[in-house]
């Protein structure tokens, strides 16, 4: 049960929209294959990844370095009964020079997705059963309650449009909705979370994400202002290690503060519940799975954040598709994100997947279950093919 080959492929994501920092016009994310030398049905079992979103394809890393080492270890392997994560990881980081952490931390994260989503075919079992047995003791938590998060910013879109966008959520079966602030000026933002309120009959099912795209002048404005909204959450008002800008808004204020999206490893995250302002049991911690070291890493994430008083239900991951999705029902996280349509065929859960009352359940698919997404498992054979 072993590795034969890797292959890694970058495609565009096709996404004109744009949030409080940047646009998703030219980006790109890497499609990784595990070819194995396990044959069912005639056919070798591939295991599948891509790095999530919001990061550039990273091919070249995988090249010259992760997929080089993983072929060369000599204890890797893929059997249900004897894989170990930290393995896989501490064959990838062979010569790696500590710090700098979103240099690699993408590229051996997703590789190590694709890893879990092989063993997890060969084993006949849901990656979150896998993580479930290995790290919560067996208990998983299949039935996720799931938000949307939307209310992009994109050229010539109005309210009107923004409220067209809420309600299409709400007849999907969603309950929670985010939008965008911060790339608009201040009182334009706040008629288009007024007019979202409205809509919804309750701030407490609106978030907003500023994506750290407030200029730091400009935050206690913003906290003054949103504060008495009541809103569910507001996502990363500072750069994302600006610890102490974190903490400033926190005290500001006052209400449910999330982030992390935007860190990458568990020192990262250490240190903003360490240094920035972050209350157990009131804020939320959103880190990319695939993104940082992949899943074994979580593990540990989630082991010291209970150390620090934190629960797994206060982690959010960010990604919106079935990476994450995993990762929530196998973790017991608090919930998951959706991006319905944003972007393509990165968007998303398996095709089949019935929201009810803002929860989706997990299916009992073999491995990630990319399978039941069409289009993106077609592309994933591409790959491979
Ligand atoms: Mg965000």
Not at 287 to 293: G, H, L
Request: charged content about 25%.
């Amino acid at each position: 049960m072993r590795v034969v080959e890797i292959r890694e492929k970058a495609v565009k994501l096709k996404s004109r929209l744009r949030n409080a920092a940047f646009s998703f016009d030219e980006m790109t994310t890497s499609l990784v294959a595990v070819v194995t030398d396990v044959v069912r049905n005639g056919r070798p079992v591939i295991g599948y990844a891509f790095n999530s979103t919001g990061r550039y394809a990273c091919g070249a890393q995988m090249r010259d370095r992760f997929i080089t080492r993983l072929m060369r270890e000599e204890a890797l392997t893929l059997d249900p009964a004897a894989f170990d994560p930290d393995v896989w990881l501490k064959a990838m980081m062979f010569g790696e020079k500590p710090g700098g952490d979103m240099e690699r931390s993408v590229a051996i994260g997703t590789l190590e997705h694709a890893l879990w989503d092989a063993v997890g075919k060969i084993a006949d079992r849901p990656v979150w059963d896998l993580i479930a047995q290995r790290y919560r003791g067996g208990r998983a938590h299949p039935r996720v309650f799931c938000y949307v998060g939307g209310g992009w910013y994109a050229p010539g879109k109005t309210i009107a449009d923004l409220l067209d966008e809420v309600r299409r959520y709400l007849d999907m079966g969603y309950t929670l909705i985010k939008v965008k602030v911060g790339g608009a000026p201040l009182a334009e933002d706040l008629a288009r979370l007024e007019a979202v309120i409205a809509l919804l009959g309750d701030p407490s099912k609106l978030a907003v994400d500023a994506n750290c795209g407030i200029p730091p002048a400009l935050r206690p404005d913003y906290a003054a202002a949103l504060r008495p909204l009541g809103l569910r959450w507001f996502e990363e008002p500072a750069h994302p290690n600006d610890y102490q800008g974190n903490a400033d808004f926190i005290a500001d204020y006052g209400n449910a503060v999330a982030t992390g999206e935007n860190l990458f490893s568990l020192e990262d995250v250490r240190n903003l519940v360490r240094h920035g302002g972050m209350r157990p049991g009131v804020d939320i911690i959103q880190t990319d799975v695939p993104q940082s070291y992949g899943i074994g890493t979580a593990a540990r994430v989630l082991e010291m954040l209970e150390a620090h008083g934190w629960s797994a239900a206060s982690v959010l991951p960010h990604g919106g598709n079935q990476m994450s999705l995993n990762q929530s029902a196998g973790f017991g996280y608090g919930m998951c994100e959706s991006y319905p349509d944003a972007f393509g065929v990165f968007s998303g859960y398996a095709d089949d997947l019935e929201v009810e009352n803002g929860f989706i359940t997990a299916g009992d698919w073999p491995g990630l279950g990319f399978e039941r997404q069409a289009e993106l498992i077609a592309m994933f054979r591409d790959v491979a093919a």
